[in-house]
């Protein structure tokens, strides 16, 4: 990364070029992301054509926050995509923190969804429709019949759903969904519905068995404004109906703003002191670095959605990986304030 000698200058909103990969049930973007498949690229601005991770090796915790540098170290703790799904997925699950840093040094894979767009008939399977064990699961992928102990979700438009890690997944063919995630790779691949993809990775069902959950899920769409929290990330639902004045009162995180439906401006401060504004459409991603502590967020259209992520705090820490805590040891209280004008 090219070196600044005004290396305290002030930094600014960052917004990081989508990223697209092909894959044979669809297509991804990645719109914020560090992990081992892409790094993403800043935009615009003087940081514009650096990527995340170089950012995070040059400015440390002036970018992902006092807390969050101290606990995560160099690997980026959050990725936003957009998957858009043609074909049936295959039968995935994403790994625990816990499996992910004994077996493969990395986080897991924790996910928030949200449906951007659902053709009629479109489907999700997301866990089991009673419980099961390992033995039974294997037999159902070994005949074809694991659909029948699936949940089928025919999800709409604006709906919310969390995958918790060890939940089994599928999506399907019409389905256009914006994705929160833990910055990982750490999603194993069970059932391909019977297809033999050539080139594609190898399916790890034995490696699974231990790290599935089977007991029975009842799927439905998140209620309420907070969406996530926990040691993982924290998300929440912001529909913007007037300005609110935000002031976060801390350095420990970033904040990350995804416009899921409308149009928002997103006004702050630059280092001369003058008000700035960025325009955030539908389907634009941005991350505040923590000395961007006090902003406005305002509608520029009727039925403007915004979905904020941050870290809470972790009061513990671990040195592996930097030092993530027990989820029991992290607060729920939102460091945020937030006034509606």
């Not at 694991?146 to 939940?167: D, I």
């Amino acid at each position: 990364m090219e070196q600044y000698s005004e290396e305290n200058r002030k930094l600014y909103p960052l917004r990081f070029i989508e990223a697209g990969r092909d894959l044979f049930w669809g297509h991804l973007d990645y719109c914020i992301s560090d992990d081992a498949v892409v790094d993403t690229v800043v935009r615009d601005g003087w940081l514009g054509g650096n990527t995340l991770g170089e950012l995070l090796r040059t400015f440390h915790e002036r970018i992902a926050g006092d807390n969050v540098f101290d606990s995560f170290g160099f690997q980026f703790p959050v990725m936003v995509n957009r998957q858009r799904f043609f074909e049936r997925q295959p039968l995935t699950i994403g790994l625990s923190d816990e499996t992910a840093i004994d077996c493969f040094d990395s986080l897991g894979k924790k996910a928030l969804w949200y449906i951007r767009k659902a053709q009629p008939g479109a489907v999700i399977h997301l866990g089991f429709s009673r419980d099961l064990d390992a033995g039974e699961l294997w037999r159902r992928c070994e005949d074809g019949t694991v659909e029948e102990v699936l949940n089928a979700v025919h999800p709409k438009e604006g709906e919310f759903y969390l995958v918790n890690p060890g939940t089994v997944y599928s999506c399907g063919p019409g389905l256009d969904i914006v994705e929160i995630a833990e910055d990982s790779v750490m999603s194993n691949e069970l059932y391909n519905w019977g297809r033999d993809i050539p080139g594609e990775e190898p399916l790890l069902l034995d490696q699974s068995l231990a790290f599935i959950d089977y007991s029975r899920l009842e799927p439905k769409p998140l209620e309420g404004n907070v969406l996530a929290s926990g040691p993982e990330f924290h998300a929440n639902r912001v529909e913007l109906k007037a300005p609110v004045h935000i002031s976060t009162g801390s350095d420990d995180t970033f904040n990350i703003y995804c416009c899921l439906a409308g149009e928002a401006s997103l006004q702050y401060q630059d280092g001369e002191g003058e008000m700035k504004e960025l325009v955030l459409p539908e389907g634009d991603t941005v991350m505040l670095p923590p000395e961007i502590d006090d902003y406005y967020l305002a509608p520029l259209k009727a039925g403007t959605l915004l979905a904020e992520v941050f870290m809470e705090r972790l009061e513990v820490a671990d040195p592996y990986l930097g030092g993530m805590a027990d989820s029991d040891e992290i607060p729920e209280a939102d460091p945020h304030e937030m006034t509606w004008s």
